[in-house]
C-alpha cells in the first residue's frame, strides 16, 4: 500500500461532495456526471445551459490544475487504441443504461440510501476489479 | 447568483477535487481496481467523505421547501432494480476496469490535451448515442 493517499483523499472527495450539494441546494439537481453528458444529447432535457458549463468547469479545472502540476497527467496504464475505444464505449453505453456512474450512484444516490444505487455502485466496482484481474493476472496487462 | 453561475462553480470544485485526490489519474483507478496487486484504497476514502458531505447535504437541502433557484427537487423516481440498471452497471464496471476511466475524470482529463483521451472520449460520446438510439427504437 505504499501509493496510499489518504489525506488527499478525504480533502479530495470533501470537495466533490461539496460540488454536489452545491448544485443540489441552488439549482435542485443531482450533478451526476453522466447523466449531465447524456442530457445534452435528449430533446427532453430543458436549460442545457448549466449543464454545459458545469461540464466546461470540469474541463477547465483540469485545464488550469495541469499548468500548476504537470505531472497529474502521467500517461494511461492502457495504451492500446482498440482497448481504450472499447473501454470509452462501454463507459459511455453502460452508465446510460444503468442511469449513472461513480457521481450520481456512487456518491450521491448512496448518500440518499437509493437500493438502486447501491446495488449498480457494488455491481460495477464488482465488474471492474474483475477485470483488471483478467488483464493484469491472467493476460498479463498485454491488451 | 444565476443556475449557470452554480453550474460552472460546481464543475469547477468538483474537478479540482478530482485532480487532488488523484481521481483524474487512471493509475490511481486501476491502484484501486487490482485487489490482486499492490492495492491502494484510496478512492474509498474519497468516497467515504464524499458520502458523508453529501448525506449531511442533502437532509439539510430537503428540509428546505425548494432550492435557492427553482421551484422544486429533481430526485429520481424509479425505485426498480431491473435488467437495465444490472446489466448497465456491468457493462459500465468492464469499460472502467480496462481504461480507469469513469466519466467525471474523463471531462476533466479534456483540459490536459492528450490525443489518448480525445479518443476514449468520443468513444464514451458513441457509446452513449448508440443507448439512446437503442432505447428509442426499442420504445418506439
Known amino acids: 500500500m505504499d501509493h496510499f493517499t489518504p489525506f488527499s483523499a478525504l480533502i479530495g472527495g470533501g470537495l466533490i461532495g461539496i460540488a454536489m450539494i452545491l448544485l443540489f441546494w441552488f439549482n435542485g439537481r443531482i450533478a451526476g456526471i453522466s447523466g449531465l453528458i447524456g442530457g445534452l444529447f435528449s430533446r427532453n432535457t430543458d436549460d442545457k445551459s448549466w449543464r454545459i458549463l458545469f461540464l466546461a468547469g470540469l474541463v477547465l479545472s483540469g485545464f488550469i490544475y495541469h499548468l500548476y502540476d504537470p505531472g497529474i497527467y502521467s500517461g494511461m496504464p492502457v495504451t492500446s487504441t482498440p482497448v481504450l475505444i472499447l473501454g470509452g464505449f462501454l463507459v459511455g453505453f453502460g452508465t446510460r443504461m444503468g442511469n449513472g456512474c461513480t457521481s450520481g450512484h456512487g456518491l450521491f444516490g448512496i448518500a440518499r440510501f437509493s437500493k438502486r444505487s447501491i446495488v449498480a455502485t457494488l455491481l460495477f466496482i464488482s465488474s471492474a476489479m474483475v477485470t483488471v484481474y483478467l488483464v493484469q493476472h491472467m493476460f498479463g496487462a498485454s491488451l | ?140
Not at chain 2, 426498480?80 to 459500465?92: E, H, N, V
Not at chain 2, 481504461?99 to 468520443?122: D, E, H, K, N, T
Request: overall charge positive; aromatic content about 10%.
Open chain 2, 1 to 140: 447568483m444565476t443556475k449557470n453561475m452554480i453550474g460552472l462553480l460546481g464543475g469547477m470544485l468538483f474537478g479540482l477535487g478530482l485532480c487532488i485526490s488523484q481521481m483524474a489519474d487512471p493509475r490511481k483507478i486501476m491502484g484501486f481496481l487490482d485487489v490482486a496487486g499492490n492495492w491502494d484504497p484510496s478512492l474509498l476514502l474519497v468516497m467515504l467523505s464524499g458520502l458523508v458531505v453529501i448525506a449531511i447535504g442533502y437532509r439539510l437541502a430537503l428540509k428546505r421547501e425548494k432550492p435557492v433557484l427553482d421551484q422544486q427537487y429533481y430526485l429520481p423516481t424509479n425505485t426498480q432494480i431491473d435488467i437495465k440498471l444490472i446489466a448497465g452497471a456491468i457493462l459500465f464496471g468492464v469499460g472502467w476496469g480496462l481504461i480507469g476511466y469513469c466519466p467525471g475524470p474523463i471531462m476533466v482529463s479534456l483540459g490536459f490535451f492528450s490525443a489518448q483521451i480525445l479518443i476514449v472520449f468520443f468513444s464514451m460520446l458513441v457509446g452513449m448515442l448508440s443507448w439512446n438510439y437503442l432505447n428509442s427504437r426499442h420504445q418506439s
